[in-house]
């Protein structure tokens, strides 16, 4: 049982995470992209004065964007960080007192088990 609270976690949860940080993966790529200097050089030397105003607009709103986004992710996790800290506190706490007694491989490995299963939930 205690592998299966290791293995715990909402599929839902877990599925909108990893979809926000995939898009987050390629939104900084993007963002890296248009800050590049073939593309700086390119916009440059390809659209009017008025067009490039728009282009470095465009490309703040964007960095403002994937900024929000990022905030919202890291609240995410507080959020889940704050519901499971008294958990994670335990885990902790136990596993460090496993291994200071040395206890029994089994032992340890449960206590380790657990505070990943608590981890897993909070950045799931």
């Known amino acids: 049982t205690i592998i299966n609270k290791a293995n715990y976690m909402s599929s839902s949860e877990s599925t909108n995470s990893k979809q926000l ?15 590049s200097a073939p593309v700086q050089e390119k916009m440059e030397h390809s659209l ?4 490039q105003k728009k282009f470095i607009q465009t490309r703040i709103n964007l960095s403002t964007n994937i900024s929000e986004l990022e905030s919202q992710a890291i609240n995410e996790i507080a959020d ?15 596993l460090s007192a496993t291994i200071d007694r040395l206890a029994s491989s089994i032992e340890t490995l449960q206590g380790m088990a657990t505070l990943i299963g608590t981890i897993s939930r909070i950045i799931a």
């Open 21 to 35: 940080q995939g898009y987050l993966s390629e939104l900084r790529t993007l963002q890296l992209k248009l800050e």
């Open 48 to 51: 009017s004065i008025q067009e």
């Open 80 to 94: 889940k960080l704050q519901k499971n800290e008294s958990a994670l506190r335990q885990g902790i706490a136990s």
